[in-house]
């Protein structure tokens, strides 16, 4: 059973009308990725694309560049997030460039990632820019229309004839069973077997819900950095505030929370096991400080040695006790939150030949 590597694709980098009144005129995320600075020595900020290729997602040909990059090494697709707002489609534009360009070869599927959008970036995470709001039969109905032509795409990943769709966070939607209910037997009527859903561990919050999820996948860093012992977890929150006030009475940027080594993050993320039916997650380092700034949490970039080594035990873990073979990676290009495949001017395409030299050899 051959791994199959699958990217979580970020399509934040086009400007659209919503960011300009929220952040500014012209806004993508390499605002955030190049004004980013450095908190501590050696510290790999900013993360810049290799050749300055700061590229826009409302050209198709970007998406044609990353397709093919995405085929020469051996990266079976692409996982874009959907925003959706109960009708309302954010960042919508690339999915359906892609949808539109036929030729465009490369598999994908979709992160529905369900969570309201509020100004996280800035420090005002209770100012709330677009709400999440599920509504009824007819607005399910809707979003599933959206969807169809997506699904019914020869590209468009499939398990027994039924549409992949990864779920954020189910247990932000109350009504979840109705709603997955109501898909799966709207896709039973378009010719498929339903919906595989695929339900997003993150954390220690698990949906205990009886929903008709078909598989779950690992979320990574962020599952591994949740798992810790509480008295860990509760020392750097502790931690966090102390450093938060220090820095603002003496308007410093002290780093709140100290980088984690990607080693430990990774033997972490192994010993961690799932249940069977899981799909393996990986992540190529994080460092959202051109999000967030000195609140930021960082794993440090790994070597290619240490990628490997993780991805290699990850896959045989999938296959071995989960019995699945896709591995989702985190992330094709999360720029700002340092999870990146594609080529950057420090590790150049060390990560992506270390997904073809694995896989190749696997």
Not at 171 to 192: H, Q, V, Y
Not at 212 to 220: G, I, N, R, S, T
Not at 247 to 274: G, M, T, Y
Not at 320 to 330: Q, R
């Amino acid at each position: 059973m051959k791994a199959k590597v699958i990217a979580y694709y970020l399509p934040q980098f086009h400007a659209i009308p919503e960011n300009d009144e929220w952040w500014g005129k012209g806004f993508t995320d390499w605002v955030n990725v190049k004004k980013a600075k450095p908190l501590f020595k050696r510290h790999q900020q900013p993360k810049c694309p290799l050749n300055n290729n700061y590229y826009d997602l409302s050209d198709p040909e970007t998406l044609r560049w990353q397709a093919e990059l995405a085929k020469e090494y051996s990266v079976y697709g692409f996982c874009f997030y959907h925003y959706w707002f109960n009708g309302k489609l954010l960042l919508e534009k690339p999915a359906e460039l892609l949808l539109a360009n036929k030729d465009i070869d490369v598999n994908f599927c979709f992160s529905w990632a369900n969570e309201p959008w509020a100004r996280t970036w800035d420090g005002k995470a209770h100012q709330v820019l677009m709400p999440q709001n599920y509504g009824s039969k007819d607005d399910w109905k809707a979003h599933f229309n959206y969807l169809l032509p997506f699904f019914k795409d020869k590209r468009y990943i499939k398990e027994d004839n039924r549409p992949m769709l990864l779920i954020y966070k189910s247990t932000s939607i109350p009504c979840a069973k109705e709603m997955m209910d109501c898909w799966n037997e709207l896709a039973r009527k378009e010719g498929f077997d339903g919906i595989h859903f695929v339900e997003t561990l993150r954390g220690q919050e698990l949906d205990k819900r009886p929903l008709p999820f078909l598989a779950k996948v690992e979320f990574e860093p962020v599952r591994s950095n949740l798992h810790q012992p509480w008295i860990v977890l509760n020392y750097k929150r502790i931690r966090r505030i102390v450093i938060g006030a220090i820095n603002a009475v003496f308007h410093l940027s002290i780093p709140q929370n100290s980088p984690f080594r990607f080693e430990d993050v990774a033997k972490r993320s192994i010993a961690l096991e799932s249940p069977e039916g899981t799909y393996g997650g990986i992540f190529t380092g994080w460092d959202n400080t051109p999000r967030r700034g000195a609140i930021s949490t960082i794993v440090l970039p790994p070597t290619k040695e240490e990628l490997k080594n993780y991805l290699i035990s990850k896959i045989r873990q999938t296959q071995s006790h989960y019995h699945t073979n896709y591995i989702f990676v985190n992330a094709w290009n999360e720029w700002a939150e340092g999870a990146v495949l594609e080529p950057d001017t420090i590790h150049h395409y060390q990560y992506l030949e270390t997904v073809k030299e694995v896989i190749d050899e696997l």
